[in-house]
């Protein structure tokens, strides 16, 4: 995942969590908001519940390698929040789920 399509700072996430409607989806919840620039930003969050350091930084390296395997619609940012019965899932069930909310979620780039 390239850096300029990370959200990093607090005050997008606020304004999209604050803003956007969640879609829950058994461990993930999921903020999209539409916006006009041409770029696609992700923002991922795991709590403190769901493990020590070393737990969570997996996780969102997990995620990251999920994103960058499918190709994105532009215009839109969305933060991916892990609950906490993540950690009982192996890859390729988070793989099989997260791909899932993405197409209902109508993100993913259609095939040609």
């Known amino acids: ?55 969570r930084n997996r996780i969102k390296r997990q995620i990251k390698s999920i994103i960058d395997k499918y190709p994105y619609k532009n215009n839109f940012n969305c933060i991916i929040i892990v609950r906490k019965g993540i950690t009982e899932k192996k890859f390729s069930e988070m793989e099989e789920d997260l791909k899932e909310v993405m197409t209902r979620l109508h993100i993913l780039e259609e095939k040609k």
């Open 1 to 55: 995942m390239k850096k300029i399509n990370i959200l990093r700072k607090n005050l997008d996430f606020s304004r999209i969590i604050e803003k956007a409607k969640p879609y829950k989806y058994k461990d993930y919840i999921i903020y999209k908001e539409e916006h006009e620039e041409g770029i696609t930003h992700f923002g991922i969050s795991v709590g403190k519940k769901v493990g020590n350091a070393v737990t």
